[in-house]
């Protein structure tokens, strides 16, 4: 399973013609090997558009790529309504509450993104207090929904935009049904686990966004 993380600079002017043109994106639906596709605005920078989507492997991915995708792009008019744009791409992705991605994705209102970028050294360490302490953590907070941690695997390494190429880059994804849900979790349990994990001393960039989805850029796999 891979993940592509998607950012978009929209000008104020161009941000419905922006939205109307991610609607349009319907044909992923019978993609091979697409799972879903979700996105929206980021809250703390409103000029930023966010696209995260599921897709079974790299291959079947790049098979996307090089036959499908610009046919659909084209048909969306979407060029000319960003000014610049960043694609990222994550392997190895393993789910956090048991969930997928594939359920109720209409219901979901608040995405958490955090991307870290983790010197090799703290690369074992920092996987370790994942799996054992957040993601238990994360699972049990009241209106988490569920989501992704992801490692940038060699194959996906040409779309890395580290500092430092040698660094190991991850992203959490989790989806939250309300902002108060989630400020629920910053308030009283993150700083917990920020020291608990010595997560700042692993992970030496840690980036984070809180994206409000909109629905009507949601697609999902149909047989």
């Not at 393993?94 to 870290?116: D, K, Q």
């Not at 979790?185 to 686990?193: E, G, M, P």
């Not at 409000?212 to 149909?222: C, G, M, S």
């Amino acid at each position: 399973m891979i993940i592509k993380w998607i950012t978009c600079h929209v000008e104020e002017q161009n941000r419905s013609a922006f939205a109307y043109a991610q609607e349009q994106w319907n044909g992923l639906e019978t993609s091979e090997g697409f799972h879903w596709q979700i996105g929206g605005w980021d809250l703390k920078h409103p000029s930023e558009a966010a696209i995260l989507s599921c897709w079974d492997n790299i291959n079947v991915y790049r098979t996307f790529m090089q036959h499908q995708h610009d046919a659909m792009f084209l048909q969306t008019n979407q060029r000319d309504t960003y000014e610049r744009i960043q694609i990222s791409i994550f392997e190895d992705c393993f789910p956090i509450n048991s969930m997928n991605g594939t359920e109720n994705l209409m219901n979901r209102h608040i995405l958490r993104i955090a991307e870290c970028e983790v010197r090799p050294i703290h690369q074992a360490s920092f996987e370790q207090a994942q799996h054992e302490v957040w993601n238990y953590e994360m699972s049990q907070s009241e209106g988490m929904l569920g989501g992704m941690f992801c490692r940038q695997g060699q194959q996906t390494a040409q779309h890395t935009h580290s500092q430092n190429q040698q660094d190991v880059r991850y992203l959490i994804a989790s989806i939250w049904d309300s902002r108060d849900s989630h400020q629920h979790y910053v308030d009283f349990t993150l700083s917990n686990l920020l020291k608990q994990t010595g997560a700042r001393r692993s992970a030496h960039i840690i980036k984070g966004r809180l994206i409000e989805l909109d629905p009507l850029w949601t697609v999902e796999f149909k047989n």
